[in-house]
């Protein structure tokens, strides 16, 4: 019965209700309790029961507990069943907490690692080098591991299959963890020992990709981090499919060595591609990973291991029955380690390597060193390797010239005239000689010698400026100046000519093509030596003087500082595109591993150094063969000079040691699309044995022919004979008889005045007293002032030399004589007999001749001392008169009256 009692506290009265339960439920609650009561009590009797069995003594009760039968048939008794099953379950929630908190913890660690961008992790390490035409000059390595990352269809089934068969099979079932591989991985950490491949084909991915440098922890320190591949390795598995992990597997692991990645062990190996790979191939790669430095195919010690790994690949195809048990045997029964290609240094396929490692070294400087190592890159240069091929040529052949000179080093740079981009170099002889022949010539300090002269020298004078201004017409008088040049220098200082004689009153234009010393080094002191120094490096030439701050007018000659080939060639190319400057360029497109473009060539505007009427002028001067031969001679229109074809402006230089002998030899060329520059010495400074220029010449000559004729004219770029154009302003004027170029800005009257000098005919300089006057002639002349020594300078007509005096006659000299003898012939007829006996004296004779009255009857040529005879017929007497002409035009006359 249950009774409800209510309480009303305001009056102080109780009252209760009683409510009747059923019987029925009396009933059953009853029961309940009668069955805990009896449960209860017979628990505790069996309890007493027990501790009646054990001594009374505690610490002996303890340890009778203890005893292996008591409990041993405790924990298999019912009771211990049941309390076996709650101490699993709380060990299996702890656990299932535990896990949960560590991936909890390590799920922090994880939030900088996006496994969305695994594919982006997974790039090519290998930098590529390709010519303007996308043909390959390098594949750069780098000096670490590397790896080459191509698509899933450009790697053969063969390779997907072995790879799955040998490492994972269960690959495309499970969901990146394998729960067998893991406890065995699990176990394997915890001992410390080796790797066993527990891990999934994604485990391994992750790993690789995201814990390269911890993959060594083993052991405790290992858990952490196998955690955290665990995490990744679902998280990936959702993100890709079973194909692109596969690849990114494929692209990532080590296959020996350096290689990292199936298409550089392929490519290494077989000389393949991966998409090419036989079965025997395939295998003996997918045998590789699992321990690279064994397996490593030039690892001669694990060749034994290798072959074993391999079949075992084989069988695990076949069992998973990716091949036939046929195919398994022949691919067992093929000799792999034969079709094993020999080991190469990576330079060994470099094409145009000086030119490649410029590319490099200039893009670490401006990407940086981290970039650039990372790799990854596709690099399109400027190199046309057509051109470089020519110039390879070229350096050959004149390589096998040098030991006739001395030599032992060649270097070749050239530039496209137009857009200021490199299309050859050739740094050194030959780049693999020992000792020298990775040293870059082409962009190393060198002294220029006479080669700088157009562009330090005559470019700056050239220029519109106030007062008296200069052009290839312009006289700068040849002469002894070193009381200006040498002014405090040391002792034993002089400025002369190669050829050591002075040349008077010439002008520019053959002072510049003949190499003239002393103009040229007039030309930088009008000029100004801190302004020829700016046009020289504005126009191309930037390491000029660039380390020598007390630069003097030696400068104008290339004494005291150095120059590098490829800039000096630009500055070349500077007068080929009329005066402007464009800064070289080596790098058309700059790709990274993700096809992002980080560098890409745009075409500069030019920076105008120089009035294109000046690049015009000196163009003029360089292309003269003409002018050229005051020094050279016939060779100044031989090879290199006269390129057949091929117009060209051409400039030689020297530079000597201390002791006058031939250091360095140097020939810069352009055309109006291509600029050259070659240079021949010895690779550590020494002298040469011989000035001679042929070797450099030749090299230029064959070089220029060939890239006109094999790459530009093929392309519409150049016409045969294609000369530079003619700029508006440019005039031509006769000044002084001689006809010349001069810009739009010059004026012929200022600091020119008309004159007449008497000449020798036959010397044409100068007459003297003892100029006989049959030889004199008088011509107009102009006369300047040499603005350096002050002295009076004569332009006077071609041929004519108003800077010297005639040589060829001496007041001692002896002149010619004649004597005349007349008769008839017979006595009584009228034909008359005339003998002149000559006589010659100083000079050889040049002609006879001879005249009766005012007839002339003989005008013969005559050699030396003898007699002349002819016969007239006369009706009446006439004087005959005989005169003789010797080649200084001396004269000596006879007669006599006939009869």
Known sequence: MFAIMECNTAYGKDRVVTKKSSPRKMSLYANLSHKRKTKKDLKARKRAEYL?????????????????????????????????????????????????????????DLNSIRPSELAKRVQTTVTKY????????????????????????????????????????????????????????AFNNASGGSTQGGSTLTQQLVKQ??????????????????????????????????????????????????????????????????????????ALLAAIPNQPGLYDPYNEAGHEALVARQHKVLEAMQDTGKITQKEADEAKAFDILTSIKPQVDDSENITAPHFVLEVRRQLEKELGKATVGRGGLTVKTTLDLRAQQAAEQAVATGAAMLPLYGADNISLSSVDAKSGQVIAMVGSVDYRKEGYGQQNSATSPLEPGSSIKPIADYAPLFKQREG????????????????????????????????????GNVSIRQSLAGSLNIPAVKAMHIAGVEDALKTTRDLGDISYCADNNNAGL????????????????????????GGAYKPLAYVLEVRNASNEVLKKWEDPKPKQVVDPQVAYMLSSILSDAQARSITFGSQGNSYGFNVPNVWTAAKTGTTE???????????????????????????????????????????????????????????????????????????ELAIGGRKDVYPSWFDQKAGIANEKLIFDKVSKKKATDCTPENARIEIGVTKTTDPITKQAAYIAPDGYDASKDD?????????????????????????????????????????????????LVADVAVSGTGTYTTTVTLTAPETVTATVEDKALYTGSGSQQSP
Request: glycine share 8%; proline share 5%.
């Open 52 to 108: 009646a069995t054990l001594p009374k003594h505690p610490v002996k009760r303890f340890f009778a507990r203890l005893h292996p039968k008591r409990v041993a048939g405790y924990w298999f008794s019912r009771k211990g069943g049941m309390m076996a099953l709650k101490v699993f379950g709380i060990l299996v929630l702890l656990g299932v907490l535990t896990v949960g908190s560590l991936f909890a913890y390590y799920r922090r």
């Open 130 to 185: 390709y010519d303007r035409n996308g043909k390959i000059l390098w594949e750069d390595k780098g000096d670490g591991d590397y790896k080459q990352v191509v698509k899933s269809d450009q790697i053969n089934k063969y390779m997907k299959d072995a790879t799955v068969a040998i490492e994972d099979r269960d690959f495309y079932t499970h969901h990146g963890v394998s729960p067998t591989g893991l406890a065995r991985a």
């Open 209 to 282: 990709v995201f814990f390269s440098d911890e993959s060594q922890d083993r052991g405790l320190s290992g858990i952490p981090r196998k955690i955290k591949e665990l995490i990744l390795s679902i998280e990936v598995e959702r993100m890709y499919d079973k194909d692109q992990i596969l690849t990114l597997y494929l692209n990532e692991s080590p296959y020996g060595g350096r290689r990292n990645g199936v298409q550089s062990g392929a490519q290494t190996y077989f000389n393949k591609s991966a998409k090419d790979l036989s079965l025997p191939e395939a």
């Open 468 to 503: 008296t201004n200069y052009a290839p017409g312009s006289i700068l008088r040849d002469e002894n100046i070193n009381s200006i040049y040498c002014a405090g220098s040391a002792p034993g200082c002089s400025l002369n000519n190669y050829t050591r004689r002075f040349y």
């Open 554 to 577: 030696s400068a104008a000659i290339g004494g005291g500082c150095t120059v590098k080939q490829i800039e000096h060639t630009n500055a070349y190319a500077s007068l080929a595109r």
């Open 657 to 731: 040691n201390g002791n006058g002998q031939a250091k360095d030899s140097w020939f810069m060329n352009y055309s109006p699309v291509v600029a050259t520059g070659v240079w021949v010495g010895n690779h550590d400074g020494r002298p040469m044995s011989s000035s001679d220029n042929s070797v450099v010449r030749r090299v230029s000559n064959d070089f220029m022919s060939a890239v006109h004729t094999q790459v530009y004219q093929p392309e519409n770029k150049w016409t045969p004979n294609q000369q530079v154009e003619r700029p508006e302003g440019i005039k």
């Open 807 to 855: 040589d060829t006659h001496k007041c001692e000299d002896v002149k010619p004589s004649v004597s005349v003898t007349t008769k008839k012939v017979p006595a009584n007829s009228n034909t008359v007999e005339i003998t002149v006996n000559i006589m010659q004296g100083t000079h050889p004779l040049n002609s006879l001749k001879v005249q009766v009255g005012a007839n």
